[in-house]
């Protein structure tokens, strides 16, 4: 995970801003209840496949009016910006071929499915299950 600012990082930035942050905020802590945060926490989806796919499948980023590769970069970059911790070691970017075809099939139900989701990432990862507790099973 590169110290380096690229243009594509400070493209993602904007894209948060214009089209995320509305509902995360600037710093991506969302609002308790209402909107996911996503900071320290994203990166606890790419454990598993099904979390992997819903980031995309999400209704706000499989609706968006953002392009393929442009989504690709921002979540990319939320992830790498607010939640490295989280990451699995071998994490892989998101591709754009990637995003075009988890995006066709938006989740229908995001917070039933975020639920089942982390419960079984939970279950492998003691950090989570205490975050996951202590937030009384959502976050």
Known sequence: ??????????????????????????????????VPRMNNFAGYFLHSREGREFLIR????STSSLADGEIAELINWLLVTYS?????????????PEVARLR?????DPEA???????????????????????NGGT
Do not use: K, W
Request: glycine share 8%; aromatic share 6%; charged share 20%.
């Open 113 to 135: 499915t975020r639920r089942t989701i982390l419960e079984q990432i939970a279950a492998e990862i003691p950090s989570l299950a205490q975050q996951l507790a202590g937030e």
């Open 58 to 61: 999400v209704p706000g980023v």
């Open 1 to 34: 995970m590169s110290s380096l600012v690229t243009a594509s990082d400070e493209r993602a930035q904007v894209n948060y801003m214009i089209h995320c942050q509305g509902c995360h905020l600037p710093d991506a802590v969302g609002f308790a209840g209402r």
């Open 84 to 96: 490295t911790p989280q990451l699995p070691a071998n994490f892989e970017p998101f591709t754009e």
């Open 104 to 108: 066709t099939d938006p989740e229908g």
